[in-house]
């Protein structure tokens, strides 16, 4: 079985920035897709962005140009890194892991608890 563990989320005003981080540990053999989802109230949960193990990322379009994803595989910690904060990036900010998969989808193997992000006006 395999734990995430995401830290960094809080509070913070519109224009600012977060850093979010993702551990992962347990039966780590190898981990190929990361990436980091959200969901806000009343809302479906939704792919933010996702990295290859070779470290190609994609994004959601709503988050292009603000927010970079890295990972450094030697500690299977993926990172978020959030500028320029809106408002509506206000949710659950939720990483995930899969030990197949090469590019992060919505069927991941295995998902962290989530850390609250919120951005006030």
């Known amino acids: 079985q395999v734990q995430l563990v995401e830290s960094g989320g809080g509070l913070v005003q519109a224009g600012g920035s977060l850093r979010l981080s993702c551990a992962a540990s347990?039966?780590?053999?190898?981990?190929?897709?990361m990436g980091w989802y959200r969901q806000a109230p009343g809302k479906q949960r939704e792919l933010v962005g996702g990295i290859t193990r070779g470290g190609i990322t994609n994004y959601a379009d709503s988050v292009k140009g603000r927010f970079t994803i890295s990972r450094d595989n030697a500690k299977n910690t993926v990172y978020l890194e959030m500028n320029s904060l809106k408002p509506e990036d206000t949710a659950v900010y939720i990483c995930a892991a899969d030990p197949r998969r090469l590019v992060a989808g919505s069927k991941m193997d295995y998902w962290g608890q989530g850390t609250q992000v919120t951005v006030s006006s």
């Open positions: 347990g039966s780590i053999f190898r981990i190929n897709a």
